[in-house]
Structure formats: structure tokens, C-alpha cells
């Protein structure tokens, strides 16, 4: 059974670049979160897909938008970066609606300067 | 108001004894309730998942709910080195379904 992958490792852009972070959930999983962790924070949920279709979304600005694929792999879009956006973004792959209990992928790295 | 909360630590233990964690939340339609444990640079990794009142037990970590005290909690027993980490307890449920509420963590170190 394959973990939930996520690429790239680490990443340095500049302030107004755009992003695109991925992620492949794990075998069998057909529901993707997305977590953005600041230093010494907890994970705030971004967005959430199911199905190729957004299934919740949190406090996050419109330039943060997502797709999912239909083999359930998700790609995460950030436009007009800015300082603050420098995290960790966690990509987390659960069973789908009423299978709750998520398990992340190792994480991008984002710095933002 | 924060809607998950834990104690930021560091909560030292020495090696052997039980380190207990507490986390409150404020979304009483809560249902579902996580403790994942996250090394430094790393990503978290699931502990323990907790649906009912109660304590749940698995190896040396037992998780407790409480409901009605909108309350749960981990115990680690036995500490060792290895467990020096961050936990961090998540909430799901209620208003938002499949939104992960985490709080801060609590920072745990492990002294021999």
C-alpha cells in the first residue's frame, strides 16, 4: 500500500511568484485535504476535495485554489505569494465522506522571499 | 477564541514515567478526535483516533474523551527518548465536517 506522496520537498520563491504544490493520496483514498502549518502553529485546514470536487474550504484567500484528478491525486495553487505564505503544506488523504481519519504526506517546505 | 486547546509545554518527563496531555475544544457537535504526533521538520503521523466517551488504549498511549466536558486527553506511558515530539490533537465534526481543527501542540521532551 503506497503512502501519501507529496512534491516538491522544498521550495524558494519570490514575493508575487505563483506556486504549484502536489500531492498523490494514498491507495484507495478518494478524499484530499490541504493544511497550511506556520512555524510552532497547528495545521489550518486550506480546502478540502472529494471526488474532483471542493468539499470545504477554510480561511484562506481566494488566491489559494485547488484541483483534484480523477485518480484522486490533488494539486495545490497559490497566486501573488506573499511573505506570510511561508509554511509547511500538508497534503492529507482520507477515505472519503464518513471515513475521517486523515494521513498526511511529508510535506512542502514553501519559503517565500 | 481558539476553538482547539492545548498546553504549549515543553512538558519534560523523565524517561519511564507518564506524560498526560490535555486538549479542550469548543465545537460541542464534535464527533471524531485525533492525536498525532509530529518530530521536529517533519509531518504529523497519526496516534489514536477517539469516537465515543471513554478511554481507548493502544500499546503504551491511551487516549480519553470526554463529551460533555468537551474535553480528551493522551496518556504515554512508559516514556522513552523516542516519544520526545510535539502531539498535536485534532477535532471533526459538528459545523465542519472534514475540516481538521487542530490545536498548537504540546511540545513533550523525554529526559533520560
Known amino acids: 500500500e503506497t503512502g501519501v506522496t507529496q512534491s516538491p520537498t522544498h521550495l524558494i520563491k519570490t514575493r508575487g511568484q505563483q506556486v504549484t504544490l502536489r500531492c498523490s493520496s494514498q491507495?484507495?483514498?478518494?478524499?484530499v485535504s490541504w493544511y497550511q502549518q506556520a512555524l510552532g502553529q497547528g495545521p489550518q485546514f486550506i480546502f478540502q476535495?472529494?471526488?474532483?470536487?471542493?468539499?470545504g474550504r477554510g480561511n484562506f484567500p481566494p488566491r489559494f485554489s485547488g484541483l483534484q484528478f480523477p485518480n484522486y491525486s490533488s494539486e495545490l495553487n497559490v497566486n501573488a505569494l506573499e511573505l506570510d505564505d511561508s509554511a509547511l503544506y500538508l497534503c492529507?488523504?482520507?477515505?472519503?465522506?464518513?471515513?475521517?481519519?486523515?494521513?498526511f504526506g511529508p510535506g512542502t517546505r514553501l519559503t517565500v522571499l | 477564541q481558539k476553538e482547539v486547546e492545548q498546553n504549549s509545554g515543553p512538558l519534560s518527563v523523565p524517561e519511564g514515567a507518564i506524560a498526560s496531555l490535555n486538549c479542550t475544544y469548543s465545537?460541542?457537535?464534535?464527533?471524531?478526535f485525533f492525536w498525532y504526533r509530529q518530530y521536529s521538520g517533519k509531518s504529523p503521523e497519526l496516534i489514536m483516533s477517539?469516537?465515543?466517551?471513554g478511554d481507548k488504549e493502544d500499546g503504551r498511549f491511551t487516549a480519553q474523551l470526554n463529551k460533555a466536558s468537551q474535553y480528551v486527553s493522551l496518556l504515554i506511558r512508559d516514556s522513552q527518548p523516542s516519544d520526545s515530539a510535539t502531539y498535536l490533537c485534532?477535532?471533526?465534526?459538528?459545523?465542519?465536517?472534514?475540516?481538521?481543527?487542530f490545536g498548537a501542540g504540546t511540545q513533550v521532551v523525554v529526559t533520560p
Open positions: 476535495y472529494y471526488r474532483e470536487e471542493e468539499n
Open positions: 492529507a488523504s482520507s477515505g472519503g465522506v464518513g471515513a475521517d481519519t486523515q494521513y
Open positions: 491507495s484507495g483514498h478518494n478524499t
Open positions: 465545537d460541542r457537535g464534535s464527533q471524531s
Open positions: 477517539i469516537y465515543s466517551n
Open positions: 485534532a477535532v471533526n465534526g459538528g459545523d465542519s465536517w472534514g475540516k481538521l481543527q
